[in-house]
């Protein structure tokens, strides 16, 4: 915590009187929010790239006469937008970035819309609750984990707390998150020639082939709950010609930060063991920085299940892949980041399908009841005290539930 936050004198009843009011409003922000998350969703950057959806966020505050400010520490496509200037502070986080190939199949067009909706409700009571909310537009979370460096660069010093929601099939109010490690693995063999004949030594292709295996069984010597997921990036090589290199993406997801360590080395020794049984010459490199499991900050969310039951949002634990660079917030300043269901089940986050999803209707008003669920927990914030952010840290989630 930086520092003790001004508390006000609002009343259970105030807060009830403004929530109302907030639930009142909320049909009067859906079309701007709307729009800029179906704009999001049509540009598709992926991370780095974000130009157009970082300009879309600051056209839409801009309007509102914020105090708007283009880029982000190191991050030229991050953006950040101020109303209030209280002694309570809360960050609202929106994602933009797209994945490759298959566009917004996270649905972050919707965590910004969710967001944008909140910091639109929250403008409406700031200086009524003593609030200072600030709208941080974060970059390059699928590809980056841009909120790491954020966080240590001091990009939200001045925070007391700090949430954002994402969509998904089923809605879960304090999803348990795992710890993350990203890495590139390359693959060399000077076995070339025709695919069929004159090769010499094991190819690069079949090199991968004992490696997958190896990565297959990788989580069965890491803790329980263990995942090693990978896709191959580039081939120099074609079904008539022998590669010679090869480059796979790998993610290692575990339960706790303490075993990420244990499961970079495990991989490593995976890949020497493979290089050397195989005479390649493989290489595995850290692509981003470690990313820490989330702390879900249990006052917040208390408050966040009363707000969004009162809209009629459900939730339940449910198991799909879960991680964030949130978490490195999370271990500064009270985070939230629960999910809310578009109602798309059996498509699932990263599924094509779920592209498709994160444009529908249906998850553009659950995407406004999220923001409003949002705005109205800030709000209880405000009444209930700044100490109920100081409960212990909470995960709703089952225990087989995949990272």
């Excluded at 070339?192 to 989580?219: C, D, I, N, R």
């Excluded at 995942?227 to 796979?248: F, K, Y």
């Excluded at 980041?337 to 249906?362: L, M």
């Excluded at 008003?365 to 669920?373: D, E, L, P, R, Y």
Aim: hydrophobic fraction near 45%; aromatic fraction near 6%; include cysteine.
């Amino acid at each position: 915590m930086n520092r003790a936050p001004c508390l006000n004198n609002l009343s259970g009843a105030d807060a009830g009187r403004l929530k109302a009011g907030l639930i009142a409003d909320r049909a009067a922000v859906r079309t701007e929010c709307g729009q800029v998350s179906r704009a999001i969703h049509k540009l598709a950057e992926v991370a780095g790239a974000e130009y157009g959806s970082r300009d879309c966020m600051i056209e839409a505050v801009s309007r509102l006469g914020c105090r708007v400010t283009q880029g982000l520490g190191p991050y030229e496509t991050g953006m950040s937008a101020t109303t209030g200037s209280g002694g309570l502070h809360v960050a609202l986080m929106a994602e933009y970035d797209a994945l490759p190939v298959i566009g917004h199949a996270c649905g972050h067009n919707l965590v910004s819309g969710a967001s944008l909706a909140a910091f639109m409700l929250l403008m409406r009571v700031a200086d009524q609750i003593d609030l200072k909310v600030t709208l941080f537009g974060t970059p390059s979370e699928e590809i980056g984990a841009a909120k790491i460096e954020l966080a240590e660069s001091g990009a939200f010093d001045e925070v007391d707390f700090a949430m954002m929601v994402h969509p998904a099939p089923s809605g879960v109010d304090a999803p348990r998150m795992a710890a993350l490690a990203r890495y590139q693995v390359g693959i060399e063999s000077a076995a070339s020639g025709h695919s069929s004949a004159y090769s010499s030594g094991v190819t690069v292709s079949e090199a991968w082939h004992v490696l997958a295996t190896g990565l297959g069984l990788l989580p069965r010597l890491l803790p329980p709950g263990a995942t090693v997921d990978w896709e191959v990036l580039s081939t120099s090589g074609s079904a008539a010609v022998q590669a010679r290199h090869l480059i796979a993406d790998v993610i290692l997801r575990v339960w706790e930060d303490a075993h990420l360590q244990a499961a970079a080395e495990a991989l490593a020794a995976t890949c020497g063991a493979v290089a050397t049984i195989t005479h390649t010459k493989i290489e595995c490199s850290l692509t981003q920085r470690f990313m820490p499991a989330m702390r879900q900050n249990a006052g917040l969310a208390r408050l966040w299940r009363g707000n969004r039951a009162a809209l009629g949002m459900t939730s339940r634990a449910v198991p799909f892949p879960a991680a964030t660079d949130l978490g490195a917030l999370s271990l500064r300043i009270p985070c939230l980041h629960p999910y809310f269901s578009i109602g798309c089940w059996p498509a699932k986050n990263h599924d094509p399908e779920f592209t498709q999803a994160a444009v529908s209707e249906r998850a553009h008003s659950a995407m406004v009841n999220a923001g409003t669920a949002m705005a109205m927990t800030v709000v209880d914030v405000a009444a209930v005290g700044y100490p109920t952010l100081h409960e212990e840290n909470y995960t709703e989630s089952i225990s087989t539930q995949r990272s």
